[in-house]
């Protein structure tokens, strides 16, 4: 119990580490497209200054491929939960958003290992966690659902609290209680971001993040006698 309750907190120190580093990233990033000429950061920013939006810090990410990356790395954990570990993605495979790949890792990570940990802990007969990429209007849906125990409405508030666990199943999970308060911080950072919660006791828990879409409009290719022109161009915005 003792060589568990260690390996446990060296996971929560790794993942509020992880979770830091990206936050510098995305700061230095900022700063880095804002000077003209100044000196690189002698070192991490201060607290208060942590979390700058990093309007600059974006760019056009493939959100099929980078949920698939993270999910596959979590395979093995959900095994071990006994989790069905499952990816909905639109019919041809296309979703990108302007976002920031280090960040949207560490997000979608942190939900999915909250999915698996709270999942497992359902009565659910075939317990899963499903992450389904839906583009919505001019944004991108990431929903990581889960059919376990459930939040309290009363709870929905605190869950991205730092340290928050919920009472009734806390003797039941690992962990401190970060996964939640550093994806919410990340998202935070993020222009035009959102991270939403929907749950219900015996119901599971839904959680969605919503990116900013890029569109991209197809169009008929050029012929080799047709002068090209904006028609046979690609359209992204």
């Not at 993605?89 to 997000?107: E, K």
Request: glycine letters at 8%; hydrophobic letters at 35%.
């Amino acid at each position: 119990a003792i060589g568990l309750t260690v390996r446990v907190e060296q996971r929560e120190r790794e993942t509020w580490h992880q979770t830091a580093q990206v936050m510098y990233e995305l700061r230095r990033l900022r700063r880095e497209r804002k000077s003209t000429g100044a000196a690189a950061d002698a070192g991490p920013p201060a607290a208060d200054d942590l979390f700058g939006g990093p309007e600059h810090a974006t760019g056009d990410v493939d959100v099929v491929a980078l949920v698939n990356e993270v999910l596959a790395s979590h395979r093995s954990s959900a095994e071990r939960a006994g989790i069905s570990l499952s990816l909905r993605f639109p019919r041809d495979g296309s979703a990108r958003a302007r976002t920031n790949a280090i960040g949207l890792t560490q997000v979608v990570s942190s939900l999915i290992s909250n999915g698996i940990q709270y999942g497992a802990l359902g009565t659910a007969a075939s317990p899963r966690v499903l992450v389904a990429v839906t583009p919505v209007g001019d944004q991108i849906r990431i929903s990581v659902i889960d059919n376990g125990v459930g939040i309290a409405s009363e709870l929905h508030r605190k869950v991205f609290d730092p340290y928050f666990r919920a009472p009734s199943v806390s003797h039941r999970t690992s962990g401190a209680g970060l996964g939640l308060y550093c994806a919410a911080r990340v998202v935070q950072q993020l222009d035009e971001h959102r991270l939403q919660l929907r749950s219900k006791p015996g119901h599971g828990t839904r959680l969605n993040v919503y990116l900013p879409r890029i569109r991209v409009q197809s169009v008929k290719p050029c012929t080799k006698d047709e002068p090209v022109h904006q028609a046979c161009s690609s359209d992204v915005r």
